[in-house]
């Protein structure tokens, strides 16, 4: 098995728990918190419908350098429109994020990758590694927070990797 089929078993599975979660986003509450701290219940979920699009830089392009003043991340808008509008960009970005995943060799998946703010380097490991943690657990912890936002707001929360205290989980 090549590592782009192995990390092609779990990204359908993690897209799919972040579209499950998304569609429980209330359209009239994009401006809620649960802390003066958190992330806006809008700008945290469209966060996690472009994380997608940020594997497939990792995967693509040669580093990221978020100090330079043109970096593509810079396309993203992370403003919350309507439910509908964060689905359909989280079904593009992951298209495009699996895609790359796809096209890229065991080889281009151990190269390093550079990820930096000017000088100070933030991460600089194997494409693979950097796709896992930057891309995946990313993901994967956003769409959690999304869940706990849900619960405070006592909306279902969706069953994710075992049931819910609101939903069974089954093998989809």
Known sequence: MTIAEILLLDYDQE??????????????????????????MGKLSMHCATIPLFGAYILEDDGMDLADPNPKRKHADLTFTTTAAA???????????????????????????????????????????????????????????LGVYLRLLDIPVPALYGPSADEQWSPK
């Open 15 to 40: 897209i799919s728990n972040t579209r499950r979660t998304l569609e429980r986003i209330p359209e009239d509450k994009p401006l809620w918190a649960p802390h003066e701290k958190s992330f806006k």
């Open 87 to 145: 689905l359909a960009a989280l079904d593009e970005n992951a298209a495009k994020c699996r895609a790359a995943i796809a096209a890229t060799s065991d080889e281009d998946f151990l190269k390093p990758w550079k990820f930096s703010f000017g000088e100070h380097v933030i991460a600089h490991e194997s494409r693979a590694a950097t796709f896992r943690k930057m891309c995946f657990d990313h993901l994967i912890h956003h769409t959690s927070q």
